[in-house]
């Protein structure tokens, strides 16, 4: 990631890891179209720092914004965990608090007698009924397997977008309200034999209203030891 000049670059589009993905394959996508089939985009406002704000500047009121104006302009980038982590939303003139969302509690699980738990994120200071929840979690450890409504109900697609802790490998987005998310605890083939402890997340975002928040899950793994 690096500083775009911004007095002479106004937009920098670039495509996702998953939008390279399926233009490196022609352009085919999973329901048999052709072409990327863009549907929606997101603006953000990552790089400002509002506090630079400055009604006391003695030039006068054109004045106030000019250090915010002035500020460097970080490139896109085709991680959606880098950047728009500070999305801009359009909300009625009366609004006086943000949404923020409920619901996220941190879960303890293991891969004996405790392998699946069920997340369900609400909102408050509104809802998230048109877009739903953008819902991302390490496939390394995790599995979505299904919610309420049923799976053929809803609008779901799946993203690869990497593979650690901190950019959680699968991204599945939900165009309904109401859903519940069920996982799984997932056992990597790598692990050794004995009790391992791994910390991983899940991480919630409305798509509407806003609001994010990352879910800790801690993960017990108790592997048999070969003729124990």
């Known amino acids: 990631?690096?500083?775009?000049?911004?007095?002479?670059?106004?937009?920098?589009?670039?495509?996702?890891?998953?939008?390279?993905?399926?233009?490196?394959?022609?352009?085919?996508?999973?329901?048999?179209?052709?072409?990327?089939?863009?549907?929606?985009?997101?603006?953000?406002?990552?790089?400002?720092?509002?506090?630079?704000?400055?009604?006391?500047?003695?030039?006068?009121?054109?004045?106030?914004?000019?250090?915010?104006?002035?500020m460097p302009v970080l490139e896109a980038s085709p991680i959606p965990e880098q950047n728009l982590k500070s999305k801009l939303l359009t909300l009625t003139k009366d609004t006086k608090t943000l949404a923020f969302l409920t619901n996220i509690q941190q879960q303890t699980l293991n891969n004996t007698n405790n392998k699946q738990f069920t997340l369900t994120p609400s909102v408050s200071n509104g809802n998230n009924n048109t877009l739903g929840y953008n819902v991302s979690y390490d496939k390394r450890y995790l599995r979505f397997i299904g919610g309420t409504p049923a799976l053929s109900n809803q609008t779901i697609s799946t993203s690869a977008i990497g593979d650690s802790v901190t950019s959680?490998?699968?991204?599945?987005?939900?165009?309904?309200?109401?859903?519940?998310?069920?996982?799984?605890?997932?056992?990597?083939?790598?692990?050794?034999?004995?009790?391992?402890?791994?910390?991983?997340?899940?991480?919630?975002?409305?798509?509407?209203?806003?609001?994010?928040?990352s879910v800790p899950v801690n993960i017990t793994y108790t592997i048999a030891i070969q003729g124990a």
């Open 168 to 213: 959680p490998s699968n991204t599945d987005i939900i165009t309904r309200t109401g859903l519940t998310f069920r996982f799984e605890v997932v056992v990597p083939a790598t692990l050794p034999a004995g009790t391992t402890t791994v910390n991983t997340q899940i991480i919630v975002e409305g798509n509407e209203l806003g609001g994010r928040s």
């Open 1 to 70: 990631m690096g500083y775009l000049n911004n007095a002479s670059v106004t937009v920098d589009a670039i495509l996702t890891t998953k939008g390279r993905e399926i233009l490196s394959k022609g352009g085919n996508m999973a329901d048999g179209t052709v072409g990327l089939n863009i549907k929606y985009f997101a603006l953000g406002d990552d790089e400002v720092n509002y506090d630079l704000w400055n009604p006391a500047n003695p030039l006068g009121s054109d004045y106030y914004g000019i250090i915010i104006e002035n």
